[in-house]
């Protein structure tokens, strides 16, 4: 309660430090336009009815100015437009498991949904689905104005970083190279940056880039932007292709369907990235108060918690460590029962050596990861 009280708390400060430091900022300005226009002996133009307040409203050419700095300042500073209509209009792009939206109801769903709404909670704003687009033309309209944030699946890398602005973290996910079942020819990265390989990748989606920084010779075979991951397993399993490179959350689910099609090509990921909100390039305002949630979320444990509801665990995706789950000896570093629980609650050794047996690596990490998330079952029941 002390943690959702404080971001609560600090929520309010800054909006109203952002907001009176914009408007004085720019009042300034426009009183030396006015100061210059009646020293020409110009008259000031009166205000009309496209400004939306009656010209009696005011008893001075301050209060004028006032005034259509509000407007002009939610225009342009999207934090204050959140400030001032409590909503926070969100663009994303459909990625199941993660988030996509209902086909009978119509509501945007998923682990990533539930986490926005718990954010928008803690920030006392809404949250709006704006609109659906691609990881190829998502900044422009964050650059734009046409949604405040991205609030969707998305990789803070490099080259996104020169384009928009992004939030701390809201978890990191691992990247592995993905081969077809059966075709062992590729033992390392040098095996497979050759002009003999080809990689399937979606244009404008970071593993894109992945594929042109890690394998930068090899041929790509390009999906337009937009298409769904399992086209790209399928150009791998049918032979059109010989490598992806993708998270294991969306292989698993994959593989619940095609269960002899890919596999790790490598035991170890070949990239770890963060994944965070982004908003638009100039938009720091809003960075900083998104930040301010997801650091009391993080605290909170919350955004661990909704991914542990979806029965995602920390071998798939890697959360940051709470203070609380620290203090209580639980967390991603206790594999064994915590809080009380009773040992028969918590998987056995036997069935973690059952599985390490076989050869596929993110088995064996998420068997291990099963201990620990057993555990924490225990913990939230409490």
Known sequence: ???IAFVAFFSNIFFEHVQHSAIAETISIEE?????????GRDLAPVTASDEVSENTFE???ERVHEKVITQSATDNAFLRVNRFKILRCAYAPVEPYIYKDIKSGKVSGPIADIMKKLGELGSVDIEWTAEVSYADFAQGLNNGDYDAFCGVITATPAREEIVTFTKPLYKTPYYIYVRDGDGRFKSLDDMNSDQVTVATIA????????????PNAKELVLEAGSNADELFDAVKEGRADIVIHDPLK??????????SIHPAL???????PMSIAVGKEQRDLKTFLDAIIHGMHGLGGIDRTFFDYNIDHAVLYRF???????????NSSPGPVGGCSAGTVTGDEEIDAVLASN?????????????DQARACEYKQ
Do not use: C, W
């Open 32 to 40: 030396e336009k006015v100061n210059a226009i009646e020293a020409s």
């Open 60 to 62: 001075n050419t301050a």
């Open 251 to 260: 292989v698993m689910t994959y593989k619940a369907g095609h269960p002899d």
């Open 1 to 3: 309660m002390f943690a």
């Open 267 to 273: 035991a170890r990921p070949i990239e770890i990235y």
């Open 321 to 331: 460590p709470s203070p609380v789950d620290a203090a209580r000896g639980g967390s």
């Open 204 to 215: 404008g989606e970071s593993f894109q880039y992945l594929t042109r920084q890690y394998l």
């Open 360 to 372: 596929d690596p993110v088995d064996q990490a998420i068997a291990k990861a099963k201990v620990k």
